[in-house]
């Protein structure tokens, strides 16, 4: 039997399974809101492969597989297939293939583009709790997941520009992350687990205010 973890019952979830071994992951999705002013830039973002948008305008991306822990919440998700690419006067920076590592909270990722290419650590993921995010309007997201970047990313990023426009540590969006997992049971658990919120929607670039 197969059911959906959304966000209401996070602690049912972990009742049901305590302290069990990997659960593979067969399915659902990863939202991402970008919290970047992407159209100030001049930069044009992308869908690639199976990344569709959602009636928000968040970029939704299809998990595909993995294995996770939720008692502590540990192992990982892949979401082959479905990427995003940002374009800037025909000098592009791409990321496909997406792992979320949820012990390290390191999303790693296929590149290509103009600048280095090849598998690569592109953001860090942290809770939004203690007040490090921003909803890209002014405010402060607390329930959802920061999406941070990493010196790869950073650099792919800035490879589109003559002079540096990020910084490693910068937020580039909120993440979203519901899984569909395999094992007993017959009642839907809802319980949202975190990643990579989607598509334009705060238009400014952010800073954190703690560097990695």
């Known amino acids: ?104 909270g390191i999303v790693t990722g296929d590149v290509g583009g103009t600048g280095a290419t090849g598998n690569m650590d592109l953001f860090t993921l942290e809770p939004c709790a203690t007040g490090d995010c921003t909803d890209g309007h002014g405010g402060i997201p607390v329930t959802e997941t920061g999406l941070f970047l990493r010196d790869n990313a950073t650099n792919g990023i800035n490879a589109l520009f003559s002079s540096p426009v990020v910084s490693t540590g910068d937020q580039i969006g909120l993440a979203d992350i519901h899984l569909r997992l395999e094992g007993g049971g017959t009642v839907p658990e809802p319980a949202t687990l975190l990643l990579l919120g989607g598509g334009l929607a705060g238009l400014a670039l952010v800073r954190r205010r703690t560097a990695f």
């Open 1 to 104: 039997m197969k059911y959906l973890l959304t966000a209401a019952s996070l602690v049912l979830a972990l009742a049901w399974y305590g302290s069990a071994g990997a659960t593979p992951v067969i399915g659902d999705q990863s939202s991402v809101t970008l919290v970047v002013d992407t159209s100030s830039l001049g930069i044009t973002v992308t869908p690639l492969g199976t990344t569709t948008t959602d009636a928000l305008g968040r970029f939704v991306l299809p998990i595909t597989g993995g294995d996770v822990t939720l008692h502590p919440l540990s192992g990982t998700i892949n979401h082959n297939g479905s990427g995003l690419e940002f374009d800037r006067s025909g000098s592009v920076f791409s990321f496909s293939n997406l792992t979320v590592d949820f012990g390290t």
